[in-house]
C-alpha cells in the first residue's frame, strides 16, 4: 500500500521567507509525527498529532514553528521567517494509533535549503 | 529523561562477516526499542522493534537484535553482512512513562567492504 508521502521533496528559499511542507500519512494511521534531521543534530522530535486530542508541540525549537493537521490527516509544518540554521531534513511519520510501542513509519523527507 | 547512545560512528565490516550495530539506552518505564535503516537520500525504513518478550528479535533483511536489560543496551547484528546493508542506522526509544515520541542516537554510519 501507499506509504507516507511529504511534499515538496527539496526547497529551497531565501532567508526571511515562509515555507510550508506538507504529509500525507499513510492512510487509517491516527498518529503523525514531525523529525528534524539536522547534520550534527541527529533526529529531534518536533510535534505530535493523535486525532482530535491537542497536539504535543514540547519539541518545536522557536515560536516560527507551527504545523497544523487538517481532517485527522494531512499535516502541514509551517516555518516563519526562515534562518539558515533551519536548513535540514524535516521527516514526517505516522503510526496506526499512538501508543508505547507503535511503529512510527517514515515519509522519505523535505530537504529544505535556506540562502 | 530518554536518551540513547551509539557509540560508533562508523562501522567497518568485511562482506560475508558477522556485523554488529552497538545501542545503549535510558529511560524511566519500559523501553520500547526500535532499528531503522536510512540508505542516501530516503527516510527511515523500519528493521525491527523490542516490546516485550523474547530478548532475542528477528526483523527484516535478516537482521535481529537483542534486548538485554542489565546492561541497557539492543545491539543489531546480522550473522553475515551484504554490500547492500551499507547505510546509517538508527536506534530509537520510547517509553512506557506515556510519550509516544521517538529519541533517537545519533546514527551509525555501517561500511560492508566488498
Known amino acids: 500500500g501507499a506509504g507516507v508521502s511529504q511534499s515538496p521533496s527539496n526547497k529551497v528559499t531565501e532567508k526571511g521567507k515562509d515555507v510550508e511542507l506538507r504529509c500525507d500519512p499513510i492512510s487509517g494511521h491516527t498518529a503523525l509525527y514531525w523529525y528534524r534531521q539536522s547534520l550534527g543534530q541527529g533526529l529531534e522530535f518536533l510535534i505530535y498529532?493523535?486525532?482530535?486530542?491537542?497536539?504535543?508541540k514540547s519539541g518545536l525549537p522557536s515560536d516560527r514553528f507551527s504545523a497544523e493537521r487538517t481532517g485527522g490527516s494531512v499535516s502541514t509544518l509551517t516555518i516563519q521567517r526562515t534562518q539558515q540554521e533551519d536548513s535540514a531534513v524535516y521527516l514526517c511519520a505516522s503510526s496506526l494509533d499512538a501508543g508505547d510501542g507503535e511503529t512510527q513509519y517514515f515519509g522519505p523527507g523535505t530537504r529544505l535549503l535556506v540562502l | 529523561a530518554q536518551s540513547v547512545a551509539q557509540p560508533e560512528d562508523q562501522v567497518n565490516v568485511a562482506e560475508g562477516n558477522p556485523l554488529t550495530v552497538k545501542c545503549t539506552y535510558s529511560v524511566s518505564g519500559n523501553p520500547y526499542l526500535f532499528w531503522y535503516v536510512q540508505y542516501p537520500n530516503r527516510g527511515l525504513q523500519f528493521l525491527l522493534k523490542y516490546i516485550t518478550g523474547d530478548n532475542l528479535v528477528k526483523g527484516s533483511y535478516g537482521f535481529e537484535a537483542e534486548f538485554n536489560k542489565s546492561q541497557t543496551s539492543f545491539h543489531l547484528k546480522k550473522p553475515s553482512a551484504l554490500v547492500s546493508d551499507s547505510a546509517l542506522y538508527f536506534c530509537a526509544v520510547s517509553s512506557s512513562s506515556g510519550t509516544y515520541k521517538y529519541i533517537f542516537g545519533t546514527g551509525t554510519r555501517l561500511k560492508v567492504l566488498a
Open positions: 498529532f493523535q486525532g482530535n486530542s491537542a497536539p504535543d
